[in-house]
Nanobody
Framework: QVQVVESGGGLVQPGGSLRLSCVVS????????MGWYRQAPGKQRELVAD???????NYPASMKGRFTISIDNAKNTVYLQMNSLKPEDTAVYYC??????????WGQGTQVTVSS
C-alpha cells in the first residue's frame, strides 16, 4: 500500500522559515516526480513546486524566490524549504507523488500557519 506522509508544518511568525518533508513508501513502481501543493481556506489547491527524480525543480512564477524544493532519491523524500513566510502562505500543504506507472498519490497534508 502506497503511503505519502508529510511532516514539518506548524505555527511560525511572519518572516520565519519552515522545512516540510514528505516520505513515500510502499510502491512497486519508481517515483517519476514529486510535488508540493497548498490549499488555503476558500481557495483552490495550487502548485507550490515540483521536482523530477533527476533534481529539476519547477516553480510557478508566484512561488519563485522564497520556496526551494529538493529531493533525496535514496530516502524517497522530498523537501520544501520555505523562507520569509507571510500570512498569505497560511494553508494546508500537500505532497503528491507521481510514479512511472499507475495513479498519483497524495498525502493527508500538513498545516502551515503564519501569524504573529
Amino acid at each position: 500500500q502506497v503511503q505519502v506522509v508529510e511532516s514539518g508544518g506548524g505555527l511560525v511568525q511572519p518572516g520565519g522559515s519552515l522545512r516540510l518533508s514528505c516520505v513515500v513508501s510502499g510502491s512497486i513502481f519508481s517515483i517519476g516526480a514529486m510535488g508540493w501543493y497548498r490549499q488555503a481556506p476558500g481557495k483552490q489547491r495550487e502548485l507550490v513546486a515540483d521536482i523530477t527524480v533527476s533534481g529539476i525543480g519547477n516553480y510557478p512564477a508566484s512561488m519563485k524566490g522564497r520556496f526551494t524544493i529538493s529531493i533525496d532519491n535514496a530516502k524517497n523524500t522530498v523537501y520544501l524549504q520555505m523562507n520569509s513566510l507571510k500570512p498569505e502562505d497560511t494553508a494546508v500543504y500537500y505532497c503528491k507523488a507521481d510514479f512511472s506507472r499507475g495513479p498519483a498519490y497524495w498525502g493527508q497534508g500538513t498545516q502551515v500557519t503564519v501569524s504573529s
